[in-house]
């Protein structure tokens, strides 16, 4: 959500010219899709690694 709102920002701000704006904003996008997916994959097994040993340690009991 930062890395979103601070390429907002930065666009926002930027004293470019609007053709040089959109190639940023495209670039920014895919760099942004590439990261969500990235943390998404390391969150979801850090989730389900925790689940897992919850899991393990109620069936030893």
Known sequence: MGIAFTLIIYLATSQAET?????????????L????????????FYFG????RTATERRRR
């Open 19 to 31: 053709a040089d704006l959109k190639e940023r904003f495209a670039f920014s996008k895919e760099v």
């Open 33 to 44: 899709t590439s990261l969500i997916g990235i943390l998404g994959t390391i969150i979801g």
């Open 49 to 52: 690694a925790t689940q897992d």
